[in-house]
């Protein structure tokens, strides 16, 4: 198959009541268990890339690997740029074959914010590609998360009303309580705040640092509009304890054959929220 641009995939699940959620890769080992169980339970998925992960593959040879993966496998899916953090990132990216580009200024002015969205989004009209924003800056769970800010700042739905009609942004990631990395309390989440914006913003809302969220917040989040729903932490905890326990106890120390245990521990983290976000049977 090939990549179909996010909002393809976004628009479906808005219809329908349901969130697709997004994985985070760095590998063809990563790409490829998310890939065989999208396809295991027939979901719609969308691959995630961002600086952190081109620390390994940078953006051409992610879009080349991720591309070669995706022809062995019949699923719907996106291959998307994740707090991108220039221009820059966001062309090569583009140039790569990503179908969905996130550029992520929410820590600077409105106005700048604005201004590069806006060439984000005349760069990847050209090639169909979807582009999303944030607004309000989302903050960081823990001390291992490299996602995020020091401190969280919630999403004003009218200033995200402008910001989406005058950038013409395709999806808006919200700060609504929500953090990035492994909750150390349960989060407070604003869904008042939530029900305003998706009543007030001609978009798709995400919702980032999706890791640990109770299950009962998450159906309520997807009720309020949330379309797409970031999972990083949680794929990164099960690799590291398998890693972990396989050095502890003195065994698999070859590296391939510790790593492969490792990619292993993925599936039932990504079966986990290909459930809980009702993406599930959808494909």
Known sequence: MKFVPMSDLLQHAAAKGYAVPSFC???AETMEAVLRTAAAVRAPVIMMAGPSEFETLEPADMGAVANAMARRF?????LHLDHGNSLEMVDACLSAGFTSVMLDFSSRPLGENMEAMKRVVTAARRLNATVEGELGTIGRADQMSVEGQGQSTLTDPGVAA????GTEIDALAVSIGNAHGMYTTLPRLDFERLAKIHATVPAYLVLHGGSGTPESDLRRVIS???TKVNVASEIINAMRQSLLSQWGAGSNLWIPVAAAAAI????PVLEKWFYLTGATGRA
């Open 25 to 27: 890769v760095w590998s």
């Open 74 to 78: 019949e699923v719907r899916a996106a």
């Open 162 to 165: 402008s910001f989406v009609k």
């Open 224 to 226: 309020l509009g949330i």
């Open 264 to 267: 292993k521990a993925m599936t």
